[in-house]
């Protein structure tokens, strides 16, 4: 009787034991579908290796859309999603909600003082970090080298907007179906306006003032986007008022661009295997007018951990997988140093291989160069170099590039685009509240 | 009595009716061949095809970067489930409006056809909440009921439509014969509208599967159809059309086929009346 107990009990503290041994946990990670965010799925053998306790379910969607979800998700505490993908726009802002868990207590050995200071501080609120960056970039220019060469002109490393105009003009040649440069014209907050925004800055422009009223009457608003469309009049490819990112990389690859101002992430892309101009190409930062800030931006996607996530604790042991130095050392032993995701970490742009890589440079000088706290040369009420944090600006930003991608597809002028940007926006602070 | 076509008037119809066909079905063809090209010949300009890169890569990387089955499997048990459950409360509301009207019955139609007309984004906050609070997020079931009560106003429109055509002296007689109201609607009603309910059925499950709105929101992973499959291969920075057209192809293929087979059955019922 007494074996036939023992046995039992012995039986059920088995069964009890292999339940606990096999209690796992599902975190759903959502994302986006880049090259980084395709890689990392790929080298889950190595998280799972670590943390068998932990089975990854993604929902993998395109930005636009992932943001709709995530945001309905989140407003509502849904709590589908325990490891979110956001950008540097909604950070600050869902993180001032309360959407978003606190990443203070990653562990020691993550080395939160290593993430590059900018990208950190676009995701820090009130001290507290809401976001571990998976990659940062900053934006750039990318010429022919060829083409400069056959001008007889040399890139400067730091060009002006002069230098930009006149290396457009030489470059540009219509009969070979050659642009002198490819910026982005297609409509929206993160397209048009993520450049033009950015390209303000370099002229003293401002969205707002410290009072918050709308810039767009100012002659610093005018200059920028004159400039802009004698630019893309005169030496840009025809209908570019249709182009974002992904046309403009089409165009360059193809060889059809002398120059192209846009991502960082962009050069590995231009130095692929799937351009005709890989071993061509030049990188230089993002220009200036003088006035002690350049036209390049700031942004990162990084991963977040919603507070109705009901798995936390297992969603932050990922982001930090995912975003830690051993993460970096181990894309780089398994698809190379030019794949690692840029943008993030101190000890990366220190490293001596990675300083191999012909973009490294010139995207950690760019990052550095760019400044959410203080984008324009004069103070604003505001964070966010291509972007203003406030929830309103994804409207208004989308709006404001539909009436300067009108301008620039000819069914307006200068003028009259600015005039309507700034009556639009000044209608939407009034309603929103931030001015009278 | 028809009128025979002169032979120079039926090539004239012939090549209108292809170039028109072909015009409908170019956008599916050119995404057919995408599919199958590299990244850069994707999106070479001037297009390519003679010229272009060919490759079967975009298939073998979308089939190891997605769980395909598990999409397919969802779409089919959301398509057909929602039209099955629609077809269950249609029939008998069809039946009501077409054989024992009343006075608000038109204006009941046209309310029903008006929600339709209404935005889906207008009711996706309210939706989700009252999916979430029921727990029905992420669900077959959750996607079942959405489907079935986005589609419900096609499927008594279209039912209407056929049970009009059919004769009332016929239930009439029937009931007389001593039928009840459910032998009424399932033996004679429903053998004699078969092709409406048929092509009222296949129709819904095309609209269904192509759904792509709330299939999207409504979803995370375990009930993720073949539309969210397909919003998973665009992407905002890089080359993705040849990958994006790969699994275009893959999620219509099923459709397309029984599309194909059911083709007759599909003209049939929506021609079903429309010549007396």
């Given at each position: ?31 986006v579908n ?19 306790d932990?089975?990854?379910e993604w ?11 995530v945001?309905?998700d989140i ?6 999603y325990?490891v ?12 001032k909600?309360?959407w978003l868990e606190?990443?203070?207590?990653l ?46 002109m ?12 006149a ?10 179906d ?21 390209m ?9 003032d ?8 100012q ?9 802009y469309?004698n630019?893309?009049n005169n030496?840009g490819?025809a209908?570019?008022?249709n182009?974002g ?7 360059f ?45 700031l ?11 009901d ?18 050392a181990?894309?780089?032993s398994k ?7 840029p943008?993030?970490?101190t ?5 001596e ?5 012909p973009f ?63 009556a ?12 009278q | 009595?028809a ?10 119809t012939?090549?209108?009716a292809w170039?028109?066909a072909?015009?409908i ?22 297009p ?7 490759t079967l ?11 395909y089955?598990r999409?397919?499997w969802?779409?089919v ?23 024992v009207p ?13 929600t ?14 009252l999916?979430?609070r ?18 419900l106003p ?14 009332g ?7 007389m ?7 009424e ?20 499950i ?8 709330w299939?999207?929101?409504l979803?995370?992973t ?6 969210a499959?397909?919003a998973?291969?665009?992407?905002p920075q890089?080359?993705f ?11 219509i ?10 083709q007759?059955?599909?003209v ?9």
């Open positions: 009787m007494t074996k036939t107990l023992r046995a039992l009990m012995g039986a059920t503290a088995l069964v009890a034991l292999a339940g606990v041994a096999s209690a796992e946990t599902t975190i759903t990670v959502a994302t880049n090259g980084d965010m395709v890689r990392m799925q790929g080298l889950m053998d190595d998280f799972n290796a670590k943390h068998p932990i089975k990854v929902v993998t969607l395109e930005e636009n859309v992932l943001r709709q979800n945001t309905t407003a509502t505490g849904g709590g589908q325990d979110i993908t956001i950008g540097t726009y909604e950070v600050p802002i869902w993180g909600q309360g606190s990443l203070n207590d562990p020691a050995e993550y080395d939160v003082d290593d993430l590059l200071p900018a990208i950190r501080g676009g995701l820090t609120v009130d001290g507290n970090l809401f976001a571990a960056p998976f990659y940062g970039e900053s934006s750039m220019v990318m010429y022919r080298k060829d083409l400069m060469e056959a001008a007889g040399t890139m400067p490393d730091a060009p002006t907007w002069a230098d930009i105009e290396a457009a003009k030489a470059m540009t040649n219509r009969d070979a050659i642009n002198g440069i490819c910026l982005r014209g297609k409509a929206g907050w993160g397209e048009n306006m993520a450049f033009l925004t950015a303000s800055n370099s002229f003293g422009a401002r969205w707002f410290e009072a918050w009223v709308p810039q767009f009457d002659p610093e608003w005018k200059a920028t986007l004159d400039f469309l630019l893309m030496y490819p209908g570019a008022s182009n990112f992904n046309e403009n990389l089409t165009l690859n193809q060889g059809k661009c002398g120059m192209w101002i846009d991502a960082t992430v962009a050069a590995s892309f231009v130095t692929g295997k799937d351009s005709t101009v890989a071993d061509k190409v030049g990188f230089a930062l993002a220009p200036d007018n003088g006035l002690g800030k350049r036209g390049n931006w942004w990162a996607w990084s991963l977040a951990v919603p507070a109705s996530s798995a936390k604790a297992e969603a932050k042991i990922f982001i930090d997988w995912a975003t830690n130095k051993d993460y970096l181990l894309v780089a698809e190379g140093w030019a794949n690692v995701p943008g993030t970490r000890s990366l742009y220190s490293n291989e990675y300083a191999k890589v490294a440079k010139m995207t950690i000088d760019s990052i550095n160069s760019a400044d959410p706290t203080a984008p324009t040369v004069k103070p604003v009420p505001y964070v966010g170099v291509q972007f203003v944090a406030i929830p309103e600006f994804q409207g208004l930003g989308t709006t404001v590039g539909e009436i300067f991608s009108a301008a620039l597809a000819g069914s307006k002028t200068a003028d009259e685009a600015l005039a309507e940007a700034q639009v926006v000044t209608d939407e602070m009034k309603a929103a509240g931030y001015i | 009595m009128r025979a076509l002169s032979p120079r008037r039926l090539w004239l012939t090549a209108a170039f028109v072909l015009l079905f170019f956008p599916v063809l050119w995404m057919i061949l995408t599919s199958f090209k590299t990244e850069p010949s994707a999106v070479a300009m001037p390519q095809f003679l010229s272009a890169d060919w890569e975009n298939y073998a990387e979308v089939w190891a970067r997605s769980d089955p999409f397919f969802n779409s048990v959301i398509s057909v489930g929602s039209t099955l459950l629609g077809l269950l409360i249609a029939i008998p509301a069809a039946w009501a409006m077409a054989f009343g006075k608000k019955t038109k204006d009941l139609l046209m309310w029903m056809l008006s339709k007309m209404m935005p889906a984004v207008a009711v996706m906050i309210p939706l989700y909440l999916f979430q029921m727990g029905l997020i992420d669900t077959k079931i959750g996607l079942v009921v959405a489907l079935m009560l986005m589609n096609i499927i008594i429109w279209m039912l209407y439509t056929y049970f009009k055509e059919i004769p002296e016929i239930l009439e007689a029937s009931r014969d001593g039928a009840t109201l459910w032998g609607i399932i033996y004679v009603l429903t053998p004699m509208a078969l092709p409406g309910i048929a092509s009222t059925m296949l129709l819904n095309i609209l269904a599967w192509n759904e792509a709105f299939t999207i929101v979803t995370t375990k009930a993720a159809p073949l539309s499959f397909i998973s291969f665009s992407a890089g080359l059309y040849a990958k994006l057209s790969a699994a275009s192809a893959m999620a293929l099923p459709i397309l086929i029984l599309g194909w087979f059911s007759k059955q599909l049939r019922g929506l021609t079903f009346g429309a010549v007396k």
